[in-house]
């Protein structure tokens, strides 16, 4: 076959494929088996307390790629999650607290004082802390800090290395906070995510993907509150891993997340303007997860997910959510005016101090006394590729008549513009 042959036989086997994958996407859309076999398998789900740590960690990594999300099951042991539970909710009111009163600091700002914010805050006791970026207002402290039995688990050798294998080496927190799940109240206020008067029904949701590819990005046209987003469509790469950390059992009626499986390969958006999705209907292929108290759902920031809107469980879904990311996705650079939102929330020295040493690195950027240089790993990938580039000029010096042969066996494809194809 010549040149043009093979490239007509590549046109139309791309045809090909791209019309079998609508039509098995339209299968899968109209019986909805697929779905209903892995919410009922839980094939997305590796249990860390009985399986073999490879085997837990390569699932995990295999269920991300192909439905866009896994669960390890077990990853905080179940004679801790009790006590973090309460921790988490004792830390939940110490935050709403905070941030009450440095709203209301804020507030006073329009009236004119004098002080400054920081010295309001101090003769308040309210918690701020200076972030790294000079010029840049301070924020409400981390809240990994009013959690310190949890971050004992957060840097968990599993989740770190499925992190580490999506993402890249040196990873970052870039955001951190707890997420809890109302159940029906006695007085007959609906439980569920979100206003009161949306919650309750089981047909209904609220679809986004999240931070680097929430498309509303925080503070929609504000300049001062826009933390950044991706352009549609998402280039096919995973940059951020969403992690929410289960400390109450979940499933259909209480709080499990809703995710349509395969939707981070989906070039569509919930929220995208022109993608003719209702972000409050329910979509054919959506499933709730469905898992153990203290264990940790991880997804790709692209998969269509929800908060339940409904948790007729009888008791408050209780959770923490972080948001994890490579280090050369830029972080906390967009949003000036963003002081309610949990992007790189900062750490005091003595705070960033008190992590446990394996966490300290993923949290180390949050810290503006110390310097974030890139993680050993990426350093050995620089040194090997520098040794490679000087052994590369070694051969110009040793061998310069091999040089033009050397690289004989490098064959590089490229696309003729379409119109050149017969
Ligand atoms: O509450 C959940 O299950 C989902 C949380 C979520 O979507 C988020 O924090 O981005
Ligand atoms: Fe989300």
Not at 68 to 75: A, P, R, Y
Not at 353 to 358: C, I, K, R
Request: glycine share 6%; net charge negative.
């Amino acid at each position: 076959m010549n040149i043009s042959e093979l490239q007509t036989k590549v046109a139309s086997l791309e045809r090909e494929l791209q019309d079998t994958r609508d039509l098995l996407a339209k299968m899968i859309c109209s019986t909805e088996t697929v779905t209903e076999n892995l919410a009922r398998t839980r094939a997305y789900a590796f249990n860390a307390s009985t399986l073999p740590l490879g085997e837990v960690i390569q699932g995990g990594v295999d269920s991300l790629n192909r439905y866009g999300f896994c669960v390890i099951d077990n990853v905080i042991p179940a004679d801790c999650v009790d006590a973090i539970r309460e921790e988490i909710l004792a830390a939940q009111s110490t935050i709403t607290q905070n941030m009450k009163c440095l709203k209301e600091l804020l507030s006073e700002e329009e009236s004119g004082v004098q002080e400054s914010l920081e010295q309001r805050a101090a003769a308040n006791n309210v918690e701020l802390r200076p972030v790294r970026r000079v010029g840049h207002s301070p924020k409400p402290p981390n809240d990994i800090i009013w959690m310190p039995q949890y971050a004992q688990h957060l840097a968990n050798p599993v989740v770190t290395a499925v992190a580490r294998q999506v993402l890249d080496d040196h990873l970052r927190i870039a955001q951190l906070h707890t997420r809890i799940i109302e159940t029906d109240k006695p007085d007959g206020t609906l439980g569920g995510f979100g206003s009161v008067k949306y919650r309750g029904r089981v047909d209904t949701r609220e679809w986004h993907t999240d931070w680097p590819h929430d498309l509303s990005a925080y503070g929609r046209d504000n300049p001062a509150e826009n933390a950044g987003c991706i352009r549609q469509p998402f280039p096919d790469i995973a940059m951020c891993l969403v992690m929410i950390w289960y400390l109450t059992d979940v499933d259909e009626n209480s709080g499990g997340t809703w995710v349509v499986p395969g939707s981070h390969k989906d070039e569509r958006n919930p929220r995208g303007p022109s993608d003719g999705i209702t972000v409050t209907a329910p979509i054919p292929g959506d499933m709730q997860i469905t898992a153990p108290a203290g264990s940790v759902y991880i997804q790709d920031s692209r998969s269509w997910h929800a908060s339940a809107m409904h948790n007729s469980s009888g008791r408050d879904r209780v959770a923490v959510v972080n948001r994890w990311c490579p280090w050369w996705l830029s972080v906390d650079d967009y949003a000036p005016g963003g002081i309610y939102n949990t992007v790189c929330r900062p750490l005091a020295h003595s705070e960033y101090l008190a992590l446990p040493v394996d966490l300290q690195p993923l949290m180390r950027h949050l810290c503006p006394d110390e310097q974030d240089t890139l993680q050993q790993p990426v350093l050995d990938r620089a040194k090997a590729a520098a040794m490679r580039t000087h052994w590369g000029f070694k051969q110009l010096e040793e061998n310069p008549d091999n040089l033009a042969q050397a690289n004989a066996h490098i064959c590089v494809l490229f696309e003729e513009p379409k119109d050149t194809r017969s």
